[in-house]
């Protein structure tokens, strides 16, 4: 019998880094995938539903190196199935990516039009599933030289440079809540060498169907925050940085 766990794990070349994503399955998570694998990483790219991630499957049928798993970061089940499967693996970069997001125009509710099960979601999905994630697969990253924990945060949540209006209550509490876990969890990844850091992407044509005036593209997007995660050093562990440079955000 073929046993399809140790096949898949078999086809990374341990010579080669390993990335897990969350959320890989569109937009900048699947440009993630598509810059690592063509820089030869390995990538487990998770999606919460692989059966219809077309893109990332075709991607994957073509570069061996991408390995297409099932992940809902609010699935313990999900969680808990994958650690369990990779247990063995060091994982160099673990990419939180994965968020329940805005559409643009119901960003802009005021306060009245907040929705308490939007804003509970937010929450499960932008700040307790990174949370979950980090506390299954911090063995894998600690079994890495070099390990770094990155998670994808949004000026939104920034009190020093958000826009001064009311919007995206929702976002911006779970994001800021994520940014919370991060800069603790720093503190105890130091003492083993890790890098936890927040990366926002910057403003990014995601909305399908919608140009946002000053946006950039994905794949510009992506580019310059795989060349910072890169250049990252423990001096940058703890901090919240921006795509472009590298600068520090204010909280
Ligand atoms: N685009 C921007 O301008 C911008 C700005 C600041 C920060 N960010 C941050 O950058 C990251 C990526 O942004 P994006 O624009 O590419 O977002 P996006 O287009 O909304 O994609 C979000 C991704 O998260 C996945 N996801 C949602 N709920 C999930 C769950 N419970 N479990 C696993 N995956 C789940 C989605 O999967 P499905 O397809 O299954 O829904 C999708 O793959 C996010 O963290 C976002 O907050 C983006």
Redesign the pocket.
């Known amino acids: 019998m073929v046993n399809l766990l140790s096949f898949e794990i078999e086809a990374f070349d341990n010579k080669q880094p390993t990335l897990l994503i969350?959320?890989?399955?569109?937009?900048?998570?699947l440009e993630f995938v598509k810059q690592y694998s063509e820089k030869k990483w390995n990538v487990i790219a998770?999606?919460?539903?692989p059966e219809t991630s077309k893109e990332l499957n075709d991607f994957a049928k073509n570069n061996p190196n991408v390995v297409v798993e099932k992940?809902?970061?609010?699935s313990n089940k999900d969680i808990n199935a994958l650690a369990e499967k990779y247990s063995d693996q060091a994982i160099d970069l673990l990419l939180s990516?994965?968020?329940?997001?805005p559409r643009y125009k119901s960003g802009f509710k005021k306060i009245s039009g907040v929705e308490e099960d939007i804003t509970r979601q937010s929450f499960e999905?932008?700040a307790i599933?990174p949370l979950k994630i980090i506390q299954a697969f911090m063995p894998n990253v600690e079994k890495s030289k070099n390990g770094k924990i990155i998670a994808?945060?949004?000026?939104?949540s920034s009190f020093g440079e958000r826009l001064k209006m009311p919007m995206m209550y929702s976002?911006a509490m779970s994001?800021a809540a994520l940014n919370s876990m991060i800069y603790t969890l720093s503190f105890e990844t130091k003492r083993k060498n890790i890098l936890s850091v927040l990366i926002?992407?910057?403003?990014?044509n995601?909305t399908p169907g919608m140009k946002i005036p000053g946006?950039i593209e994905?794949e510009e997007s992506v580019t310059k925050m795989v060349a910072l995660i890169d250049s990252l050093t423990m001096d940058d562990n703890g901090k919240f940085i921006d795509y472009e440079d590298g600068r520090t955000i204010p909280w």
Not at 46 to 49: L, S
Not at 71 to 74: A, C, E, H, K, R
Not at 97 to 101: H, I, K, S, Y
Not at 200 to 204: A, D, F, Q, R
Request: proline content about 3%.
């Open positions: 969350t959320g890989s399955n569109r937009n900048i998570g998770t999606t919460r539903k992940l809902d970061v609010t990516n994965a968020a329940l997001t999905i932008n599933g994808m945060s949004s000026k939104a976002y994001k926002s992407p910057g403003m990014v995601t946006a994905t």
